[in-house]
């Protein structure tokens, strides 16, 4: 062996240089505590010191309730209570929103009546099954509280009406034929006396029609509405048919009404009306 020592005072000096090295290498890495870049790994939950941010909820928008279409205030509408379900009061928006073009006219520059001179009365009656309904009428402001207490009493007696709705609903602008055919008890409507230029008295508010196919307008072989022909037969004698003995003759007579079925000559059944003036 010619070089022993030299051999092992080099490998010596090897080892010393690749343990030297390492240590360095280790020293000069990254500083994981303290160093910026995030960790491969992100920590299962995040301490209580640095809570995660959570998005609000997005909020919903709010919208205002949409007012009535009432011009008036309800205290300029002077709703006249009668009892629970029953009252009297001015026309309000939606109510001439719902009449002009049907019961009243349009153009109502020539119209001999107001809105002012009418009143909406809101009842209840029951119908020839025994049910309660909700009902309507628009009167003259002279025959309104008359007029709901009548409803009334014919209320508390069960007495049966088919229908109590303002004649609008049946979208017949200007008349009633529809309304009648339907059995259907109505008051105020701007027209003409059938077969005159004569205004009726349903344009003041001042005339009722009561359950029209069972109590028929009759004129010699006319019959109106046409399906109340098999009830001009007035011997039949039924439940909402009016007669002298009826409570809606009685009532009504009582307050000064007069009855179409008194008429000479052509006779309307349904039909009570009251001189106001006009």
Not at 126 to 138: A, H, K, P, S
Not at 178 to 200: C, E, H, I, P, Q
Request: hydrophobic share 35%; glycine share 8%; aromatic share 12%.
């Amino acid at each position: 062996m010619k070089y022993p020592l030299i051999s092992v005072i080099f490998l010596f000096a090897f080892l010393c240089l690749m343990t030297g090295c390492s240590a360095r290498d280790i020293d000069d890495g990254p500083d994981i505590e303290n160093s910026t870049a995030a960790p491969s790994v992100l920590p299962e939950s995040t301490p209580e010191s640095t809570p995660r941010h959570t998005l609000e909820p997005t909020p919903k928008p709010t919208f205002e309730a949409a007012p009535e279409p009432t011009p008036a205030a309800e205290d300029d509408i002077r709703k006249v209570e009668i009892a629970d379900g029953f009252y009297y009061s001015r026309l309000d928006g939606v109510v001439k929103a719902r009449i002009t073009g049907m019961s009243y006219p349009i153009d109502d520059e020539d119209c001999e009546i107001s809105y002012d001179d009418l009143r909406y009365i809101k009842l209840l009656h029951y119908d020839f099954e025994g049910n309660i309904q909700g009902g309507e009428l628009i009167v003259n402001v002279l025959v309104a509280d008359e007029v709901a207490e009548m409803f009334y009493e014919l209320y508390q007696a069960k007495y049966p009406l088919a229908s109590v709705r303002l004649v609008d609903d049946f979208g017949e602008p200007g008349d009633d034929n529809l309304s009648m055919a339907a059995n259907n008890t109505s008051a105020f409507n701007y027209r003409y006396v059938t077969g005159s230029d004569k205004l009726s008295r349903h344009s003041y508010g001042a005339a009722i029609d009561i359950n029209p196919m069972l109590n028929p307008y009759i004129d010699g072989d006319r019959i109106v509405p046409e399906n109340g022909d098999e009830y001009a037969d007035r011997s039949l004698n039924l439940a909402g048919m009016i007669d002298h003995d009826d409570l809606c003759y009685q009532l009504f007579t009582a307050h000064g009404w007069t009855w179409g079925g008194d008429w000479s000559g052509d006779k309307d059944y349904q039909h009570f009306s009251k001189d106001i003036g006009f």
